[in-house]
T-cell receptor, first 115, second 114 residues
Framework: KAGVTQTPRYLIKTRGQQVTLSCSPI?????VSWYQQTPGQGLQFLFEYFSETQRNKGNFPGRFSGRQFSNSRSEMNVSTLELGDSALYLC??????????????FGPGTRLTVL | AQKVTQAQTEISVVEKEDVTLDCVYETRDTTYYLFWYKQPPSGELVFLIRRNSFDEQNEISGRYSWNFQKSTSSFNFTITASQVVDSAVYFC???????????FGTGTSLTVIP
């Protein structure tokens, strides 16, 4: 079974621009979560989508948004980029059925650099 | 408040030594789930193990073993006879009964010196 895929793997943007990152979950997984990883703040939860609905949200400004499509693929958008948005953005998928908790499997990440 | 604490920021060991990575968690839920992930230099987090709060049985998988103790809210990870390929950052994570959010510790960077 193919793992979680993320595109692009690397991205360089300038301040004020916007960016869209894409994540394709493992086949059959319906939940997609996004995390930001920086040396200073570690791994921070952005949001989780399940069946095209945002189910959980972390403590990030509204510039960070996401969506999930009917095939469970997800996109994350960051508008008006700031230098501090430079980070590794990780996507994780899980089965996340109606009950119980399921292991999250991570993709390779997208390394975003904001200049 | 930090839900998962990994007090060891960096550890260096010589190859073939045993090493234990500590993880202390905090939760009010009676049902929760604990995880360990490995992040090699490539960046991808690799799932290692999941443990449910109602299952305190320790687990061994090859050179890896995990010690779960609810009494001390700890879920420690031991690598026996470490190898250079074990060099990575290791993260402990907690998922509570309410919500599918994972809370990660700050990670422990392990360097195995040949």
């Amino acid at each position: 079974k193919a793992g979680v895929t993320q595109t692009p793997r690397y991205l360089i943007k300038t301040r004020g621009q916007q960016v869209t990152l894409s994540c394709s979950p493992i086949s059959g997984h319906r939940s997609v979560s996004w995390y930001q990883q920086t040396p200073g703040q570690g791994l921070q939860f952005l949001f989780e989508y399940f069946s095209e609905t945002q189910r959980n949200k972390g403590n990030f400004p509204g510039r960070f948004s996401g969506r999930q499509f009917s095939n469970s693929r997800s996109e994350m958008n960051v508008s008006t980029l700031e230098l501090g948005d430079s980070a590794l953005y990780l996507c994780a998928s899980s089965l996340a059925l109606s009950s119980g908790h399921h292991t999250q499997y991570f993709g390779p990440g997208t390394r975003l650099t904001v200049l | 408040a930090q839900k998962v604490t990994q007090a060891q920021t960096e550890i260096s060991v010589v190859e073939k030594e045993d090493v234990t990575l500590d993880c202390v968690y905090e939760t009010r839920d009676t049902t929760y789930y604990l995880f360990w992930y490995k992040q090699p230099p490539s960046g991808e987090l690799v799932f290692l193990i999941r443990r449910n709060s109602f299952d305190e049985q320790n687990e061994i998988s090859g050179r890896y073993s995990w010690n779960f103790q609810k009494s001390t809210s700890s879920f420690n990870f031991t690598i026996t006879a470490s190898q250079v390929v074990d060099s990575a950052v290791y993260f402990c994570a907690l998922s509570e009964e309410t919500g599918n959010q994972f809370y990660f510790g700050t990670g422990t960077s392990l360097t195995v010196i040949p």
